[in-house]
């Protein structure tokens, strides 16, 4: 991989002109619903990875909740599922940067260095050339956020133990910023997709680390965030839940998309 890893879905997923792409995350996040006055931001999130106009509006949910973070994040760990190429475990890249439209993200080396360390993480640049579930968040991180350090982890078939263990090496403090990509059910009708998302949303609130891929097809990385915000005290709170065919597609087969937040349950 080059020494910067290319936008790979600019102009598919979302607007590849700077100008458009800044446009659209701002008008998304500008019609987000903004948290109580006075509530805590997340230590961690998942948010959804579809195209802009199915889940764009379901991510900005939970990214407008991140502005008061801006100038005190300089590292966002950024986890999501492997969907071109097959992850033993988990995948970092040889890259130094990622680019968006938006601009050049510089990676943290020094973190992706101490994850190499671990026998179930791989240098795959094969992974990580196409992966779209990293890429679409880096324009609403760079609105929101400004600059900060990114650490990119494709994840395959770890375990929620292997991934609560990459998670803990990489926690920090306020510093540090946890972004897991996942998207819900896959191609259900509307209403059965409606009923299967409201479960995984419930026991991604009550902190049950035991999503499979049907459910949510980010289960692995955000079974090992479970299993982390359990042991580090956080909170988990649904923040939205839709489907393409509450923003964009048909009602025939739905993707269902959802946004979680984080936070400290207590201090």
Request: hydrophobic share 50%.
């Amino acid at each position: 991989m080059p020494a910067v890893r290319p936008a790979a879905v600019a102009g598919s997923f979302y607007p590849g002109d700077a100008n458009a792409l800044a446009a659209e995350v701002s008008s998304y996040l500008a019609d987000a619903v903004r948290p109580a006055e006075g509530a805590r931001p997340p230590k961690a999130i998942i948010a959804p990875h579809a195209g802009y106009m199915y889940s764009g509006p379901v991510a900005a949910s939970i990214y407008a909740r991140l502005a008061p973070l801006r100038g005190k994040v300089g590292r966002v760990v950024l986890a999501g599922p492997a969907h071109r190429v097959y992850v033993h475990g988990a995948a970092v890249p040889s890259a130094h940067a990622f680019a968006s439209p938006l601009g050049v993200v510089a990676l943290d080396t020094a973190a992706i260095d101490a994850l190499r360390a671990l026998p179930f993480v791989e240098v795959s640049d094969r992974a990580h050339a196409l992966e779209h579930s990293l890429e679409v968040h880096l324009p609403f991180l760079q609105s929101v956020l400004g600059g900060f350090a990114l650490v990119p982890i494709v994840v395959g078939d770890a375990s929620p133990g292997e991934m609560a263990e990459i998670l803990e090496i990489l926690w920090g403090g306020e510093e540090t910023l946890i972004v897991v990509s996942s998207d819900l059910s896959h191609y259900l009708p509307y209403e059965s997709a409606r009923g299967r998302d409201r479960e995984t949303a419930q026991a991604i609130a009550h902190l049950e680390a035991r999503l499979v891929p049907e459910e949510a097809c980010g289960a692995a990385p955000i079974n090992g965030l479970l299993r982390a915000a359990r042991a580090h005290g956080l909170a988990a709170e649904i923040v939205d839940v839709r489907n393409s065919g509450d923003t964009a597609g048909s009602l025939d087969r739905v993707v269902g998309y959802g946004a979680f937040a984080f936070t400290a349950s207590h201090g």
